[in-house]
């Protein structure tokens, strides 16, 4: 009986540890990505700041746009229009709960 609840705890304690040790699966963002004005409710991946005829309504895109991040986690700037690695694109990160002015032709992510 003993030996039985030795093992138990045992299994439990290193249940323990692996929550613990092991980060956890990737999830969305909890709140809203706000890019120019246009809200984006839990996001995750990656946004195109331009889209591909470099206008929005109709409207040619400005030159900078307002990135507002109101959610958990921090968003990368890409100087790269689809959040690339390739070489040294990262630009900048914008901190939970802050904003920032971003060239329209760069991109964001959310992991």
Request: net charge negative; glycine share 8%.
């Amino acid at each position: 009986m003993r030996s039985r609840m030795v093992t138990v705890l045992g299994a439990l304690a290193s249940a323990a540890l692996l929550m613990v040790a092991v980060p956890g699966s990737a999830q969305a963002a909890t709140g809203t990505l706000t890019i120019n004005g246009v809200d984006h409710v839990d996001p995750t991946g990656c946004f195109n700041l331009t889209p591909p005829d470099s206008s929005i309504n109709g409207e040619v895109t400005p030159d900078d746009m307002i990135v507002k991040n109101n959610t958990d986690k921090t968003v990368v700037v890409w100087d790269s229009w689809d959040c690339s690695a390739d070489g040294n694109n990262q630009d900048s990160t914008i901190a939970p709960g802050a904003e920032a002015s971003v060239h329209a032709d760069d991109s964001v992510s959310v992991e």
